[in-house]
């Protein structure tokens, strides 16, 4: 078990980013995946009032069971069963449809612990910014905004968010448009050929009209 607190949160970082190593964001920049937990456990630090060692290394493990193949027992050993005990708390069931486990998220918001409500409202606001700089190519406007709605309907679940993250995650929220920006028309190339292109032959001009 590591003791130092420097330490610990540096080794969590490095486990995150090797078992994370060959998973990318969804948008279209392909960020490595690295990239939001590192963002998550940013968000955290800056938002609680008292350092909690435990709750950073939490923030960076929190997709490694669910995305990783890392068990419980792997992060009780390693980090403590009180980590371990934080990442199971926000981890989906990924033998479940993927509706069933957004509904659960939902269902299941007011049942958090605090510090597990921290890690789900900066997990969501890491999401909607990753949504509104990058969205995924094959996601349309419809489907970003039903995302940025199920997102608010898990937060608004939250019994007790913490104050910063929840203003930061309603400022996130209101940047998405209410409508869909209008697609800009085709560029209409220019039918007057330029003077490289006009025939010079004798031969080219009379067989024009």
């Not at 456990?41 to 997709?63: E, F, G, M, R």
């Amino acid at each position: 078990m590591i003791t130092n607190q420097l330490d610990a949160i540096l080794s969590a970082a490095h486990f995150a980013a090797e078992k994370h190593a060959n998973q990318k964001r969804k948008g279209k920049a392909g960020e490595p995946y690295i990239n939001h937990l590192l963002e998550v456990a940013q968000l955290i630090s800056a938002a609680v009032p008292i350092p909690d060692t435990n709750l950073l290394i939490a923030a960076l493990l929190h997709d490694v069971v669910e995305d990783a193949g890392v068990t419980k027992d792997d992060l009780a050993n390693r980090f403590g069963a009180d980590v371990a005990n934080l990442v199971a708390e926000v981890t989906d069931d990924k033998s479940l449809p993927k509706a069933e486990r957004k509904r659960l998220q939902v269902e299941n918001a007011p049942k958090k612990s605090i510090r597990a409500q921290a890690i789900k409202l900066a997990d969501k606001i890491s999401n909607l910014r990753a949504i509104l700089s990058s969205p995924p190519a094959d996601w349309d406007y419809q489907r970003r905004k039903e995302y940025f709605k199920w997102a608010k309907r898990v937060v608004d679940g939250l019994t007790a968010p913490n104050p910063t993250l929840k203003a930061e995650f309603d400022k996130t929220f209101a940047a998405f448009p209410q409508q869909n920006p209008p697609t800009p028309p085709p560029q209409i190339a220019a039918s007057i050929p330029t003077a490289s292109a006009k025939p010079h032959s004798t031969a080219a001009r009379r067989s024009r009209p």
